[in-house]
């Protein structure tokens, strides 16, 4: 017989007469119901104030797809999701819309269920947008596309053998290196999976104007984390930009140094899991990171206490051996433990930190 799962209330994160909602209470929304998701699902809408995109990367059961689906939108920006992709599509999209000074966010919940056929063509377009702000393709029937002007923020779920394998094509490199902050998504306080309609609410008000005064703050610790991710030169460009989607996030005027200390003390968990990861097999080749190392942290990472070998290999389909040559790189970067010969965990940092994350929220008994 099916257990009854029980849907805790959201009433009291909306008590009468506030004014604000602050970070928290945005996270709380979503971890009420989708434990664990709702830092993950605050960076897609940081991302999409900041129009910065976004790879979300993990394995099965993690709840990637969900995040995807749960950003909301954001004034003055259009969102469009897209299971294929196609110039006829973006045609009909393009009919709908005015396509011309516009801040577009195109979300695909799992890239995986594109065909290599739509992939490249949305390489193609997205790119192209991303970069330059425009799309053409002018012909005298249709498709006739011409995209002027806009913004596009791209917020991506993927799963780690498809990035690896996108990474060696030298067009999606280029964009993913420059272009894309990656998400590598651990949850060890993932619960049973709940189909609930949720949309998390916004602060009533976004701040449009903040004032940054780069001179008063101190964005190093931002600007290395952000250096796994994108060229040295865009690096300040991250911080600075995701510092200010913080403060405005927040109801701020200006960006202060705990806009930029909250932003790293919540993201840097996950960003940097993936940075330390990367690796390239010499100058020629591109930086790559090995999908069956995500694949086992995305794993071990659904629990906060040890995980046997054994079970990590049955589940994963593998031989044992398998699990311990891609554990070998976690173990040297710090990302997990071995207390135990035939045992694994994550790392004592990782694990205060979805102690502290859980403690903030204070999930319901």
């Not at 989708?34 to 940081?46: A, E, H, M």
């Not at 071995?338 to 004592?348: G, I, N």
Request: net charge positive.
């Amino acid at each position: 017989m099916k257990k009854d799962i029980q849907i805790p209330s959201l009433f009291s994160l909306f008590p009468l007469g506030r004014n604000r909602l602050d970070i928290w209470d945005f996270i709380r929304q979503v971890d009420y119901v989708y434990r664990g998701l709702g830092i993950p699902t605050l960076y897609g809408t940081l991302s999409i104030l900041a129009n910065k995109s976004v790879f979300f990367i993990s394995g099965r059961g993690t709840g990637k797809t969900r995040i995807i689906n749960l950003i909301p939108q954001v004034n003055g920006t259009e969102i469009s999701k897209w299971d294929t992709f196609t110039l006829g599509e973006l045609n009909d999209y393009c009919c709908e819309h005015v396509v011309t000074n516009k801040h577009l966010v195109f979300k695909v919940e799992e890239f995986s269920t594109l065909s290599d056929y739509h992939r490249e063509i949305f390489l193609t377009v997205c790119s192209k947008i991303v970069t330059d702000g425009n799309y053409k393709h002018i012909t005298k029937h249709t498709p006739c596309l011409n995209i002027r002007n806009c913004k596009l923020t791209l917020l991506i779920a993927i799963q780690p053998k498809l990035y690896s394998l996108l990474c060696n094509k030298v067009q999606w490199e280029s964009m993913s290196y420059d272009r894309f902050t990656k998400f590598l998504l651990i949850n060890p306080l993932r619960s049973e999976t709940v189909h609930v309609p949720l949309i998390p609410t916004l602060p009533r008000e976004i701040s449009q104007n903040v004032t940054f005064r780069v001179n008063d703050l101190d964005l190093n610790k931002l600007v290395s984390m952000f250096r796994g991710h994108v060229s040295e030169g865009r690096a300040l460009l991250y911080a600075k930009d995701y510092s200010i989607a913080l403060a405005k996030f927040m109801g701020a005027e200006k960006v202060e140094q705990k806009h930029i200390d909250r932003f790293y003390q919540l993201f840097h968990p996950y960003l940097n899991s993936f940075s330390v990861l990367q690796h390239a097999e010499d100058l020629d080749s591109p930086v790559t990171v090995s999908s069956g190392c995500m694949k086992l942290l995305s794993e071990i990472g659904k629990s906060n206490d040890t995980v046997r070998k054994h079970d990590l290999a049955e589940t994963l389909y593998v031989v044992e051996r398998s699990i311990e040559r891609s554990a070998a790189p976690l173990l040297e970067a710090g990302l997990i433990e071995r207390p135990e010969p035939a045992q694994y965990c994550l790392s004592e940092q990782l694990r205060i930190f979805f102690k502290w994350s859980e403690s903030k929220v204070g999930f319901p008994s």
